[in-house]
């Protein structure tokens, strides 16, 4: 895979329990980001769910990119891929959401 893409997408820090496994993406970034965006969109646009437990989740969200990075399992690149397509998942997570499974009063 690394003559595929360049060491800094897909070689990790250090050695780490994920033993052979690439680091490209961040599962945790990912998963983070997925959420987050689906509340932000759920609480900006929607207004399903209310602004403290939107801010709970972003301040409990926030320090996993960092943490993956600070403690050498991810490259920075590694986490803002993650990070981005976590994102779009939410989004369009999001979509599906409002599209199929909207309110109705």
């Known amino acids: 895979m690394g003559k595929v893409f360049p060491a800094e997408f897909t070689d990790r820090p250090r050695e780490s ?3 052979g496994s690439l680091g490209l993406p961040s599962g945790h970034s990912s ?24 801010v709970v989740v ?3 969200m926030s320090p996993v990119p960092w943490a993956r990075v600070y ?29 199929y499974f909207h309110e109705t009063s």
């Open 17 to 19: 329990a994920n033993f």
């Open 71 to 99: 403690v050498q399992d991810h490259t920075t690149m590694q986490v803002l891929v993650g990070g981005l397509s976590g994102a779009l998942t939410g989004v369009c997570l999001f979509v599906i959401r409002v599209t």
């Open 31 to 54: 998963f983070d980001a997925t959420i987050v965006a689906w509340i932000a969109l759920e609480w900006l646009w929607a207004g399903t769910v209310g602004w403290l437990f939107a």
């Open 58 to 60: 972003l301040a409990l």
